[in-house]
Nanobody
């Protein structure tokens, strides 16, 4: 059974930092890319960042470039999201899932597939 367990969310002041963790199980971690998505109340789900477990290539949404860093520890089946210079608009539930980055004429998009984790809440106070 594919499972993801996220942790590391919390309440932080604008400009602060958080580090999210995502522990995966139930599949061959080395064969997939893992993505972080977020969803705030009343807003569409947004693909934030993705990392390939094969070659460590990464993708970032424009909204987080230069502030967030994704990394992985294949030995621990864990993906991390270091979030710096947080803004109130970063407040959302962050979840991880297997994902693909698809390049279209409108730009790259993260496409999730399979089971999701339960998510971890990030709240950034202004």
């Amino acid at each position: 059974e594919v499972q993801f367990v996220e942790s590391g969310g919390g309440l932080v002041q604008a400009g602060g930092s958080l580090r999210l963790s995502c522990v995966a199980s139930g599949f061959n971690f080395d064969d997939y890319a893992i993505g972080w998505f977020r969803q705030a109340p009343g807003k569409e789900r947004e693909g934030v960042s993705c990392i390939s477990s094969r070659d460590a290539s990464t993708y970032y949404a424009d909204s987080v470039k230069g502030r967030f860093t994704i990394s992985s520890d294949n030995a621990k089946n864990t993906v991390y999201l270091q979030m710096n210079n947080l803004k109130p608009e970063d407040s959302a539930v962050y979840s991880c899932v297997r994902a693909e980055v698809v390049v279209t004429t409108e730009g790259p998009f993260m496409i999730p597939f399979g089971a999701w984790g339960q998510g971890t809440q990030v709240t950034v106070a202004s």
